[in-house]
């Protein structure tokens, strides 16, 4: 099977012209394109580290988009209901908060079921979905555009782990970023602030709306990312078939367990993959060996209070804005002003 963030057409960032009546089609850009070579070096320094570890970014893969997707309907996992019902109890805030809003700029759309809900709301003139995990993404915009054929709907195929440029031509009118499900919390804190100062960069005259997981206790936080079903463990040991299938490791996920724990120091989820046994992991040119219990880190999932997801807007360049938490004090959506 194709690498599906290669697959896809790469064209220019200018959406197509289309006849009045005419039915809209999607345009999806693709500015980004894997590079096989930079992406061997990277997965290997973390495969080789002393703590092993791999980017998040490689969780989503066609298939592991489709688990996350799963992920959202599961019982345990609250950040995605929490977070719709927010936007349902204070979408007229969020809109006169907002104001006016050119272009809805969704990063990390997944399936845009947020942005959907969000439509009503701020009436953009145009939405523009990034996302590394392309093909998933193209089917999820060909959903949007039938349920709002009038929108001009477009994509972007984009890694924005080690850099977020927009394509200038992409956004017309009043820029509003849209990040949700607490996926800054996949940065540090360090790694959040630069990476927010490029996104209030971009957004110059409008602003950020973006979902922020808090911190609550443990026996809620470690079920949301380690399930009953075992649809997280599945979404974290598919990332191994994602590597095997890029870089021609032998992972065989039967050997491995996932792990999910809360770190109350760090304040933060840890996602591992840990060995069952001890084993020796291949690849073209080399090889590791695993002592048994022996981990690789997938992912971190920080959690904040109000204050200290405030010191990070701010330490980002964003004005004083506004904050609407759910009933349970469980989640956060913070308007920031560019
Ligand atoms: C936790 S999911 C959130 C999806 C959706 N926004 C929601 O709230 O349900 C994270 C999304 O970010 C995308 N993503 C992860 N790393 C990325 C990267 N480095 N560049 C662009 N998109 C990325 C994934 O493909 C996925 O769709």
Request: glycine share 8%; aromatic share 10%.
């Amino acid at each position: 099977m194709n690498d599906p963030r290669t697959a896809g057409s790469t064209s220019n960032a200018t959406p197509q012209a289309t006849e009045p009546g005419a039915p809209r089609t999607p345009h999806v850009t693709q500015v980004w394109r894997e590079d096989l070579a930079a992406t061997r070096v990277e997965l290997l320094r973390g495969l080789t580290a002393a703590a092993a570890y791999a980017s998040p970014k490689f969780l989503y893969d066609a298939l592991g988009s489709r688990l996350f997707e799963a992920i959202t309907e599961l019982p345990e996992y609250y950040p995605t209901r929490t977070e719709a019902a927010i936007v349902d109890a204070h979408g007229a805030a969020f809109a006169q908060a907002i104001g006016k809003v050119g272009t809805l700029i969704d990063l990390g759309a997944g399936n845009c079921s947020k942005a959907l809900r969000l439509f009503p709301l701020l009436a953009p003139q145009r939405y523009v979905a990034v996302d590394i995990s392309v093909d998933f993404l193209r089917d999820a915009l060909a959903h949007v555009q039938r349920q709002h054929p009038q929108l001009d709907v477009n994509g972007v195929g984009l890694d924005f782990s080690s850099r977020l440029q927009i394509p200038p031509r992409s956004v017309q009118g009043r820029p509003v970023f849209f990040y949700a499900g607490s996926s800054i919390g996949n940065f540090t804190p360090e790694e959040a602030v630069p990476f927010l100062t490029s996104v209030r960069e971009q957004a110059g005259g409008g602003g950020l709306l973006i979902g922020v997981d808090l911190v609550k206790p443990t026996e809620i936080l470690e079920p949301a990312y380690d399930d009953a079903l075992g649809v997280t463990a599945a979404f974290n040991l598919n990332l191994l078939l994602h590597l095997n299938r890029l870089i021609g490791t032998d992972f065989r996920p039967r050997e491995w367990r996932h792990v999910g724990l809360f770190d109350t120091l760090r304040s933060r989820i840890e996602m591992h993959l840990e060995a069952r046994h001890a084993l020796t992991v291949a690849w073209p040119g080399g090889e590791r060996r695993f002592a048994a219990g022996e981990r690789i880190h997938t992912e971190n999932s920080c959690k904040y209070t109000v204050p200290r997801f405030e010191a990070l807007l701010q330490a980002s360049g964003f004005a004083r804005g506004h904050h609407w938490l759910d009933e349970q004090g469980w989640f956060a959506v913070f308007w920031a002003p560019a």
